[in-house]
C-alpha cells in the first residue's frame, strides 16, 4: 500500500473508530508503525485528526437533541458533566463511554472552544500511548 493510501486508511479508521461504527484505529496505527510506513510523529497527528473530527462530529450530533428534564438517573449523569465539564471529553477516547461523553458535551450545549481542546487532547494522548508501546514492543522483540 502507498504512504498516501495509508496515511487515508488511518485517518478513515480514526475517524469512523470515534463514532457508534466500528473502527480500529489502533491496530491500523500500530500496523504502519511497525510496517514503517512514516514517521510515528505523522501518524500520531493523521490519527489523531480522523478521531478528533469523529469525536466533534458526535458534540454537533449531539445538539441537535433538545435539551429536557431528565430522568434521576440522567439528572446525576447530566449534573456530574456539568460539574467537571469540558474536562471529561479527556475521557472521549474510550470505547462507547466516549462516544456518550461527546454527544452529552454537545447536548448539554458545552462552549466549543474547552470542547475541542480536552477532547483533542485525550485523543492525542491515547494515540501517542499506543505509539509509545508499539515502538517498546518493536525494540523488545528485536
Known amino acids: 500500500m502507498s504512504d498516501g493510501l495509508s496515511l487515508l486508511s488511518l485517518f478513515a479508521s480514526s475517524f469512523l473508530s470515534a ?37 466533534l462530529t458526535n458534540v454537533i450530533l449531539g445538539r441537535f437533541f433538545p435539551l429536557r428534564d431528565a430522568s434521576p438517573r440522567q439528572e446525576k449523569l447530566t449534573r456530574w458533566l456539568r460539574r467537571f465539564g469540558p474536562v471529561t471529553l479527556l475521557l472521549s477516547w474510550m470505547p462507547v463511554i466516549g462516544d456518550l461523553l461527546c454527544l452529552l458535551a454537545g447536548w448539554l450545549r458545552q462552549a466549543w472552544g474547552p470542547v475541542i481542546f480536552f477532547l483533542c487532547l485525550g485523543k492525542a494522548l491515547r494515540y501517542v500511548v499506543v505509539t509509545y508501546v508499539t515502538l517498546q514492543g518493536m525494540t523488545w522483540w528485536h
Open 19 to 55: 463514532t457508534l461504527l466500528p473502527g480500529s484505529s489502533e491496530a491500523v496505527l500500530a500496523a504502519l508503525l511497525i510496517a514503517g510506513k512514516s514517521q510515528p510523529w505523522l501518524l500520531v497527528v493523521i490519527a489523531t485528526m480522523g478521531n478528533s473530527l469523529g469525536g
